[in-house]
């Protein structure tokens, strides 16, 4: 499998190229069998896929085996998987299969709204830094929501990703068979013009 | 200023990570069961918990559990007083001598199981653990990890989750 970019090439900083070692070295020596190396992947890996289960609809105890079961699905793949790019892909694929089985097993409740930005708290407490993050957070939170869903699914999992740079493909391989699904380069775009719209004087 | 793509998406992270945050011990319960995993063990289903009953003078509590696998039956008996920690004894069905482990998240206790497969853990302390019945001296838990399990692998049970009792 080749990695190709797309003109979404982000700039390359030292430590990145560095970051982007130690998770080839991981995945290498998680294949061999090094528990330390394997649980560094967990470490990585495990909030994005919280994010890709919880996208799906699925409850959080739901959502929390779907994730434990596409890692113990992991075990008995990895060595067929040589790069952290392969990994992101395989996981996220893993784990929205694993979530749309639970839902269509169907004895588990109605699926709860993916929509989670919709309950988000106002912080309204004290410090003038909380109220600025605050501020911050409910611009981004309006101009996210008038982004199309699959929109909205690729950037909070892409966000999650511990490497930009793997998004792109990972993502795509995670979305529906047959549809070119968005990329994350228009989805930002359509996010930052949003942002330009509602924000008014930023 | 117009954000670019990587700040961009650290806000939609920290948005997220507010709105809807992964609970914080998913990772740690991910890392145990891999450790476990790789004792290439059988897990013992839990089949009976026997009423609590009320020590001499009402502070302390015992419960026996019973767990069945395909090769032992693990019996244990949880007592638990004022202190910090609880006391299990537990059996082993057939009888054995082997090596049985209590495994919580970032610690371990040891003790040998007798000839009549009886075995006591004095002070655990309270919080989540697994029971662990390792294979007879000398046959290692298989670590080529491939399922084929050998005539005698360790076994685990499921979480217990060892409480304060409310001592008024």
């Known amino acids: ?202 | 200023m117009i954000p670019d793509d990587a700040s961009l998406l650290a806000t939609v992270r920290e948005l997220f990570a507010v709105a809807d945050p992964m609970p914080a011990d998913l990772t740690e319960r991910i890392r145990f069961m891999f450790a476990l995993r790789q004792l290439n063990a059988e897990v013992a289903r839990l089949v009976r918990v026997d009423e609590v009953r009320q020590g001499a003078r009402g502070t302390e509590e015992s419960r026996t559990i019973t767990f069945d696998s395909d090769s032992l039956t693990i019996m244990i008996r949880i007592d638990s007083g004022a202190g910090e920690s609880v006391r299990v004894d537990g059996w082993l069905a057939p009888p054995q001598s082997r090596r049985v482990e209590m495994r919580m998240t970032d610690a371990s206790l040891d003790v040998m199981a007798d000839g009549s497969g009886r075995f006591v853990f004095h002070d655990v302390p309270r919080g989540t653990t697994r029971v662990i019945v390792h294979p007879p001296d000398g046959s290692p838990a298989d670590a080529t990890g491939d399922g084929k399990s050998g005539p005698a692998v360790a076994v685990i049970t499921p979480a217990l989750i060892l409480l304060s009792i409310a001592v008024s």
């Open chain 1, 1 to 202: 499998m080749t990695m190709t970019d797309e003109g979404v090439l982000p700039v390359a900083e030292p430590s990145e190229d560095q970051h982007r070692a130690r998770m080839a070295r991981m995945v290498n020596e998680a294949r061999s069998g090094h528990a330390e190396a394997f649980n560094g992947l967990v470490t990585e890996f495990t909030p994005m896929l919280w994010q890709v289960a919880r996208a799906t609809g699925l409850g959080r105890a739901d959502a929390e085996d779907v994730v434990q079961t596409a890692w113990l699905n992991l075990l008995s793949h990895l060595d067929t998987i040589h790069t952290p790019a392969a990994l992101t892909a395989w996981l996220v694929t893993t784990t929205k299969r694993e979530a749309w089985r639970v839902r269509k097993a169907g004895h588990r409740q109605t699926p709860e709204d993916p929509e989670v930005l919709i309950l988000i708290p106002d912080h309204a407490d004290g410090s003038e830094e909380r109220v600025i993050l605050a501020d911050e957070h409910q611009q981004l939170r309006k101009a996210f929501l008038t982004l199309e869903p699959r929109c909205r699914e690729l950037l909070r999992i892409v966000a999650f990703v511990p490497r930009p740079d793997y998004s792109e493909m990972a993502i795509r391989l995670g979305m529906a068979r047959g549809s070119v699904g968005p990329t994350r380069g228009r989805c930002l775009e359509k996010l930052r013009a949003a942002l330009g719209e509602g924000g008014g004087e930023k």
